[in-house]
Structure formats: structure tokens, C-alpha cells
């Protein structure tokens, strides 16, 4: 059987700083004169390539997750695929009608009512006029505008064009569905509908591209995802293995600190700090239902006595304060010189949701000889798979706790 959507080796180069010629206004002809002056020797035109060598196929029926950070290449890979857009390199081919929904509005035109532009897509993807009104109630009852049906759709709000777009796309039955984070514009209850009519389509053997930053969406709707980055497939699997792979590339965070401070008279002095996921992976995002470590790397120069401690924050709260004196009570013991690897290992599910940052220390009383290191790192605790989750459950903390019963009357 051939697959709804084969793409191989598909590339997208974008020219920077390219200008156009001619038709320019009174500023831009001063701009330009004003270029006259500057270096010619320095290239005017970069090239981008905004996706490069992406392959993979989708077979009929199967929901496949694209997610990826901002400037991944995701885009630019659903507007080739919904022929907006051409490649510079490779081929994509797709086997059936296509209905995408990319951005509000897409396909709208602003001047025509809802009505007229339910007609209008339809007729867009070959569909007869007694196939659309076939659909046309269940469009305008899901999409919620009956009111405003008659009315041009420049005038409605994001959320209404949002409404009656997925409308469009999801009833019209074209064989490739095309979503786009567009979806996040509406609200709960509407992404509720959404995710539960794209799973209906899956069923009913169409094929879906979904793409969104929604993680908890991703794994619950889809058989498959790919993670761009860099305009480049870094993974194509299960969607939990591609939403670990996802989190792991969050670069706001920082699950690695390594000194690169000036040599200094301290005896103890820490020289890198690590956060571990259960796999040995230094990762800023971490997941709540495996275990995590985290390392602290130091250096005696001379014989000391001290504590190896470390403070853990959230926002202005501290969770927890912990130090290697805590299995035997003694607040400092003596170090001899040499360079050490501290871990400590958290259970999983024990901290909730949220961004936490860490204060680490070598503390002894009276003692400013040793190291000190405030919000040395930053790393995320992710909801997937959290009672925050699944259960909206309170908390900084949120252990599994062992519970038993029995009956006592």
C-alpha cells in the first residue's frame, strides 16, 4: 500500500538580506544610496535553510505529531506540504485531498460571510455543492457561529475564525488533515472537541498532521511523532520518546554548570554542576514519573573541613535544603585534597510541575574560605505524567505515598 505522505530528502533555503529592486519609497532610495559607502566586499545575501534533507513517510490512517521549538523548521515543512510553498530540494507527495489549517483564517476569504466561505473551501478541496451542504450543519453547529454566519469573516474574533476554519477542515473529509498550534487560540473546552474530532477522523482512515507545543496532546492523540530541530528529523518514533527528546533541547534552561571563574585561594571550590535525567543525560527538563540526579563536582587544595550542601528554590519558595552530612548527622567532616563527584538521587515523583533553581555551597562556620553558588542552575519539572496532571492535584511536593485500609466496624 502506498503511504498517504511520502517526503524525502526535502530542503527549504531562504535568502537574507536579499532586497528587492525597484519601486522603492523616498527612505529606502536613501537607505540604498547610503549602501553605496559601505563595504561592497561583504555578502548582502545569507542563505538560511530553514529545513535540510527531512525524510519520512505516513501511512493511511495514522496521526503523526510534528513538534519542535520555535524555528525548527515546522512551519515552513506543513506550508509544503499544503502546497503554499515550494522546496528548494527533494519531493513531497501526498495521495488524497488535502484540508490544512494552518494560521486563523487560512483559506478565508476576509470579504466573503462564513457561509459563503464554508462553500468556498469546500469547492477549494473538489467537493460538490450537495457534498458540502450534506456537511454544511454539522460545520456550523461544531464551530458554534450560527448567529454570525451571515456575516463577512474579517469581522469575527480570532477564536470564531479559529472555530469555523477546524470546522471546515475536519467535516469537509479530506483524506490529509493538516493542524497546525492554531488550535491553541481556543479555549478548553473547544480543544476538548478538537482533539476528540481529530481522533474520530484518524478512525475513520484519514490521515492527520498535528502539530503543537501541547505535549500531553501530542502522546494522547498521536501513533507516531517526529522532533525537528534545525530544520532536521532528530528523531521519528513512539510520541513519549519523541516528547523526551523534545524537552531535553529546551535552551532557556541550563542543566549544566562548569567554572570558568579566575583561580582563586578558596580550599574548597566547586568546578561543575550537573542535572541528571535517569539516564545518565545531563537534561534541563526532566519528567516526574523517573528518578533524577544531581551532581556537584569539587576541588580540595588543601586539607578542609566542610559541608557540601545545596539549596533547592521554587520561584521564592525553597522546596527542600539538603547537604552531605545528613545520613550521619555530622554537620562537617575533614577533606583531604583531591577532586570529588557528589550525587545526590531524587525518587520519582516527588517534585511537582514547575521551574526550580538550585543554590549549592561548602559551608563550615566562620569560615569564608569556601565556595558559594547562588542560582547555579535553572531546570523544569514537566507536567506530563504528573498527578498535577492527571489529577489537577496541589502541591510543591507531590509523592506516590503508600496507603492501606481495612474495615474496622
Known amino acids: 500500500m502506498h503511504p498517504a505522505i511520502r517526503v524525502t530528502n526535502l530542503a527549504k533555503r531562504f535568502r537574507l538580506g536579499s532586497r528587492v529592486r525597484g519601486g522603492l519609497n523616498l527612505t529606502e532610495q536613501f537607505a540604498s544610496a547610503l549602501s553605496l559607502f559601505r563595504d561592497q566586499s561583504a555578502p548582502s545575501e545569507t542563505d538560511f535553510w530553514a529545513l535540510k534533507d527531512v525524510s519520512?513517510?505516513?501511512q493511511r490512517g495514522e496521526v503523526l505529531g510534528i513538534i519542535g521549538r520555535n524555528g525548527a523548521g515546522k512551519s515552513t515543512l506543513l506550508k509544503i506540504l499544503s502546497r503554499i510553498m515550494e522546496p528548494t530540494e527533494g519531493r513531497a507527495e501526498l495521495r488524497g485531498r488535502v484540508g490544512s489549517l494552518l494560521e486563523v483564517g487560512t483559506g478565508f476569504h476576509p470579504e466573503l460571510t462564513g457561509r459563503e466561505n464554508i462553500y468556498l473551501n469546500g469547492s477549494v478541496l473538489g467537493m460538490t455543492r450537495r457534498e458540502i451542504a450534506r456537511s454544511f450543519d454539522a460545520?456550523?453547529?461544531?464551530?458554534?457561529?450560527?448567529?454570525?454566519?451571515?456575516?463577512?469573516?474579517?469581522?469575527y474574533?480570532?477564536?470564531?475564525?479559529?472555530r469555523l476554519g477546524f470546522a471546515v477542515a475536519a467535516h469537509l473529509e479530506p483524506e490529509i488533515m493538516i493542524v497546525d498550534e492554531v488550535l491553541a487560540v481556543g479555549d478548553a473546552e473547544f480543544q476538548g472537541r478538537c482533539l476528540g474530532k481529530l481522533r474520530e477522523v484518524s478512525a475513520g482512515g484519514r490521515t492527520v498532521l498535528f502539530v503543537s507545543h501541547n505535549m500531553t496532546a501530542v502522546q494522547n492523540l498521536c501513533s507516531r511523532a517526529i522532533v525537528l530541530a534545525g530544520g532536521k528529523v532528530v528523531l521519528d518514533g513512539k510520541p513519549t520518546d519523541a516528547v523526551r527528546s523534545y524537552l531535553t533541547q529546551r535552551g532557556d534552561l541550563a542543566a549544566e554548570w562548569l567554572d570558568s571563574r579566575p583561580q582563586s585561594s578558596r580550599r574548597v571550590t566547586f568546578k561543575a554542576v550537573r542535572v541528571r535525567s535517569a539516564d545518565g543525560a545531563v537534561a534541563p527538563t526532566l519528567v516526574p514519573d523517573?528518578?533524577?540526579t544531581i551532581e556537584l563536582e569539587y576541588e580540595v587544595t588543601a586539607p578542609a573541613s566542610c559541608q557540601i550542601a545545596f539549596r533547592l528554590n521554587r520561584e521564592e519558595q525553597t522546596v527542600l535544603t539538603t547537604g552531605d552530612a545528613d545520613a550521619d548527622r555530622v554537620y562537617c567532616r575533614t577533606r583531604q585534597p583531591g577532586r570529588y563527584?557528589?550525587?545526590?538521587?531524587?525518587p520519582a515523583h516527588l517534585?511537582?510541575?514547575?521551574?526550580?533553581?538550585?543554590?549549592?555551597?561548602?559551608?563550615?562556620?566562620?569560615?569564608?574560605?569556601?565556595d558559594l553558588l547562588e542560582s547555579v542552575l535553572d531546570f523544569e519539572v514537566s507536567a506530563?505524567?504528573?498527578?498535577?496532571?492527571?489529577?489537577?492535584?496541589?502541591?510543591?511536593?507531590?509523592p506516590l505515598l503508600e496507603w492501606s485500609e481495612e474495615a474496622v466496624g
Open 139 to 155: 460545520i456550523v453547529s461544531f464551530a458554534g457561529v450560527e448567529q454570525f454566519l451571515d456575516m463577512p469573516v474579517k469581522r
Open 341 to 346: 563527584v557528589a550525587r545526590v538521587k531524587f
Open 157 to 162: 474574533s480570532s477564536g470564531m475564525y479559529v
Open 56 to 58: 519520512f513517510e505516513v
Open 290 to 292: 523517573q528518578p533524577f
Open 384 to 398: 506530563i505524567g504528573s498527578l498535577q496532571q492527571i489529577e489537577g492535584r496541589l502541591g510543591v511536593v507531590m
Open 351 to 370: 517534585l511537582a510541575p514547575g521551574r526550580y533553581h538550585l543554590l549549592v555551597a561548602a559551608n563550615q562556620v566562620g569560615d569564608q574560605g569556601h
